[in-house]
T-cell receptor, first 117, second 114 residues
């Protein structure tokens, strides 16, 4: 059962335009969400995160939006650059009974972003 | 330079053989993790450890074993009991166990079993 889903395997965008990557989750216990970026033959690197108490977090060209009622999050990259071409994974972590977020991450399948010059 | 090293980058084994993948970190992190990535799938958690001499099963621990005798090292053994061992294996670490603490990943080991 895929608890975190990225339904678009790939996305192609022109340089300078906006890239929007989507992620849906089913587990209502998830309360911390992260995006990782991965280049071929390398390990993923952390990009941006958001806690369930927020609905938006921004870091430079990257913004993550969280819609808890829809169990949906998205990553916006504006403006997109060719160097952004990579696989993007969203990940989620559950809340423990004590209220703290755990480090056990569940990842989506990934979306391959290609930014054309 | 602080970071996570995984060796070797590529590993080939015959079916029925156990194989151990190395993971070393010099970031002084308490928590370490092993993930597996298959084509078209996300990273799946195999085992994790929040402190030396402690480790917990992840979502797909069957056919794998780990040890955490030193803070810096978290080797993963793929046993002959693992039905589909061919995959890309990633090791990660974080300061402590907690979602808000960034996980740093190694470059990965691609294991091929024939």
């Amino acid at each position: 059962d895929q608890q975190v889903k990225q339904n678009s395997p790939s996305l192609s965008v022109q340089e300078g335009r906006i890239s929007i990557l989507n992620c849906d989750y089913t587990n209502s216990m998830f309360d911390y969400f992260l995006w990782y970026k991965k280049y071929p033959a390398e390990g993923p690197t952390f990009l941006i995160s958001i806690s369930s108490i927020k609905d938006k977090n921004e870091d430079g060209r990257f913004t993550v939006f969280l819609n808890k009622s829809a169990k949906h999050l998205s990553l916006h990259i504006v403006p997109s650059q060719p160097g952004d071409s990579a696989v993007y994974f969203c990940a989620a972590s559950p809340r423990l009974a004590g209220g703290t977020s755990y480090g056990k991450l569940t990842f989506g399948q990934g979306t391959i972003l290609t930014v054309h010059p | 330079d602080g970071g996570i090293t995984q060796s070797p980058k590529y590993l080939f084994r015959k079916e029925g053989q156990n194989v151990t993948l190395s993971c070393e970190q010099n970031l002084n992190h308490d928590a370490m993790y092993w993930y597996r990535q298959d084509p078209g799938q996300g990273l799946r958690l195999i085992y994790y450890s929040q402190i030396v001499n402690d480790f917990q099963k992840g979502d797909i621990a069957e056919g794998y074993s780990v040890s955490r005798e030193k803070k810096e090292s978290f080797p993963l053994t793929v046993t002959s009991a693992q039905k589909n061992p061919t995959a890309f294996y990633l090791c990660a670490s974080s300061i402590v166990l907690g979602a808000s603490y960034e996980q740093y990943f190694g470059p990965g080991t691609r294991l091929t079993v024939t």
